[in-house]
């Protein structure tokens, strides 16, 4: 059990003399608080697992330093850093039945036996393994095998945090369900540190307390799955987590008004006189942009094509060079391809060279 | 639904029908025919019925003596050369390097001893061998170790079964390395957080992972170890006495050198059998003590 501080970390599988932009991960500090569920979330090849095998030790970062517990353990080698981490595939030691399996970490460790089969029985019992064994791992289903793997992590008493990489990627989608609620509950019941990277938001929203949202090696945003929906730091976190993604349009804004295309949105908060050199965007999410029927007062809007989710319609809109998604209102039938937007001043945001700009109220 | 048909089909299986008949069925057929018969020359056969089997399963008559003196020395032969090349198949695989260039350099040097054709082996290792002008004979009883392979049974025996290593370990070796190479790398890294040891990691990962190349392995060096005949022959000639004298190295003498051709067919037949047997055999075990395969996911 640990919190875990990344100081300055970065790394470059090139090494560190690499030029700062080819940094797999560029510097970042941040920390994570013991027993957390966090969900690191991202496009692939956003650096990622790259900061989780730094964490395990899989990989030695070219800069900065790791503690736990406020201790370095940037130089010790992964045996020695108390991590369990569950892959993308299951590993399973295919030779062995399942209770050796879970064993196994333990065995390498020098634990006496006793305490060993005590562990690895309350261990397949949480995992609901109990049943299986002395049944060779290899026969077992993939979500069965991912949990043998979750449970070597979790037969060692000693172990700091797990780390979780993709574990569902071949896990059935029914099973994904059931097999992230017992994460949830593992979570709950052992007050352990788990950081679970994805690339599925759904995933990361409903396993995380906080989603760090990674792009291009960088944190673009950290912060709780509300956060991240209400007010994206940044222009890929709005566009990266919704679906669909945030609208986000250049406009130019002026005090308490944005200019698109010619027509003016009120806004809720100041901004202000914005830099000049830097890029202006508003971004808007598609839950807080309604259609309606043409009016003089309305941002004039192209319907191309209407997306019916079920519970919810989204119209794909074309203003001028821009594209729109907007909520179509129950019981709205949209008379011919023209509409008009109606904004929600108070979740329109601001963004400057694709930051988040905080207004004035 | 009606199904079409088209005689004419048929035809489409001529060309492979008579590849297989030219070189599989009629040759095989000749040799049961000959041996069921007995012939003095001039091409007048006359029928003996089982009598060449008999003989040759009776170890009180020459044939029957010779055939299970070379099967005894081949059965010897096979295990020695497969429990030294199997296991050190295994170590230079382990060995080799993982990545970088130096993974092309292994790859070709392994290659080598496996592009020599086989009598060129042979020659090879009989210049190599001799006292007085060979590098290892020469430097061998230059350093007071007495070694001729052509008067000494032991030394002839070490000599095929050095160059028999030298010409196929690479085999396995390679075979063992494709293994190894087809693991993730998350096995080794599940491994390092699990605190394994390098000699937990070979048990529980690389052994069981290369399973299925060293079932292969071991079949073919098993088949081509029991089927020599080359390269002692170039070397030993069969000799010294007959302690070299493998199995078809008899089968020539019989058929060729007495032109005993009835004897040879029933040898040639039984010796057939009793490879298809033996290969049967490991596949069998093999297969069932890497047990449980993945052969199909069981539910859960």
């Known amino acids: 059990m640990a919190r875990i501080d990344l100081v300055d970390l970065a790394h470059s599988y090139s090494g560190n003399d690499a030029p700062p932009e080819s940094f797999a991960l560029k510097p970042v500090t941040m920390t994570w608080r013991q027993g957390g569920a966090y969900a690191l979330l991202g496009p692939s090849g956003c650096g990622k697992t790259t900061l989780l095998n730094l964490i395990s030790g899989i990989v030695t970062p070219s800069r900065g330093q790791i503690l736990f517990d406020g201790k370095d353990i940037t130089p010790l080698s992964t045996q020695k850093r108390n991590i369990a981490q569950v892959f993308q595939f299951p590993v399973i030691y295919d030779t062995m039945t399942v209770g050796e399996n879970l064993a196994f970490p333990l065995k390498n460790r020098g634990v006496p036996k006793a305490e060993i089969s005590a562990r690895v029985k309350r261990i397949a019992e949480l995992l609901d393994l109990a049943p299986y064994l002395n049944r060779k791992a290899t026969r077992l289903t993939a979500d069965a095998k991912q949990k043998i793997s979750l449970g070597r992590g979790l037969v060692r008493s000693d172990v700091a945090a797990i780390l979780f990489d993709e574990p569902l990627t071949v896990i059935d989608p029914e099973l994904k369900w059931q097999l992230r609620s017992k994460l949830k509950a593992l979570h709950r019941e052992l007050d352990l540190t788990m950081i679970y990277v994805t690339h599925d938001q759904t995933e990361a929203l409903t396993f995380a307390d906080t989603v760090v949202v990674m792009h291009d090696g960088r944190v673009v945003q950290s912060g709780s799955p509300a956060e991240l929906f209400d007010k994206p730091a940044h222009t890929f976190v709005g566009y990266f987590i919704g679906s669909p993604g945030m609208n986000i349009v250049p406009a130019h804004v002026d005090g308490r008004e944005a200019r698109i295309d010619g027509h003016t949105i009120g806004l809720h908060r100041n901004y202000g006189v914005l830099p000049a050199d830097a890029k202006i965007e508003i971004g808007v999410r598609p839950e807080f942009v309604d259609i309606a029927p043409p009016a003089s007062g309305l941002l004039a809007a192209t319907i191309e094509r209407i997306d019916d989710l079920g519970r919810i319609r989204f119209a794909r809109v074309r203003v001028g060079d821009s594209k729109f998604a907007a909520r179509v209102p129950p019981g709205f039938s949209v008379p011919d391809n023209m509409a008009g937007l109606v904004f929600d001043p108070a979740h329109v945001h601001v963004y400057a060279d694709s930051l988040l700009v905080e207004g004035v109220a | ?300």
């Open chain 2, 1 to 300: 639904m009606d199904k079409t048909v088209n005689q004419k089909a048929w035809f489409l299986v001529l060309p492979v029908f008579l590849v297989v008949a030219f070189s599989a069925i009629i040759p095989l057929m000749t040799v049961v025919n000959y041996s069921m018969q007995d012939t003095f020359g001039n091409n007048q056969f006359f029928w003996n019925g089982v009598g060449w089997f008999k003989e040759l399963l009776d170890p009180s008559t020459d044939l029957g003596e010779r055939f299970f003196a070379s099967l005894w020395r081949n059965l010897i032969f096979s295990a020695i050369i497969l429990a030294i090349e199997i296991p050190l198949g295994i170590v230079v695989a382990l060995s080799m390097p993982r990545e970088g260039w130096t993974v092309a350099v292994c790859l070709v040097i392994l290659a080598l001893p496996l592009l020599i054709p086989f009598n060129v082996v042979g020659t090879i290792w009989q210049i190599f061998g001799r006292p007085d002008i060979g590098l290892l004979g020469y430097t061998l009883n230059s350093l007071g170790i007495n070694y001729n392979y052509v008067s000494n049974e032991f030394d002839a025996w070490a000599t095929v079964i050095v160059m028999d290593v030298w010409h196929w370990t690479s085999l396995v070796a390679l075979l063992c390395y494709a293994g190894l190479k087809s693991i993730p790398d998350a096995y080794y890294q599940a491994a390092q957080i699990d605190g394994a040891s390098r000699w937990a990691v070979f048990r529980a990962i690389q052994l069981p992972k290369m399973n299925r190349v060293l079932l292969i392995a071991v079949l073919l060096r098993f088949m081509d170890s029991f089927m020599i005949y080359t390269e002692p022959f170039v070397v030993t000639g069969g000799g010294p006495g007959n302690s070299t004298t493998f199995i078809s190295i008899e089968l020539v003498k019989i058929a060729l050198g007495q032109f005993d051709l009835g004897k040879a067919a029933a040898l040639s037949l039984v010796y057939n059998l009793i490879i298809l047997i033996v290969c049967w055999v490991f596949y069998t075990v093999m297969t069932n003590a890497g047990a449980e395969r993945p052969q199909k996911e069981g539910a859960v």
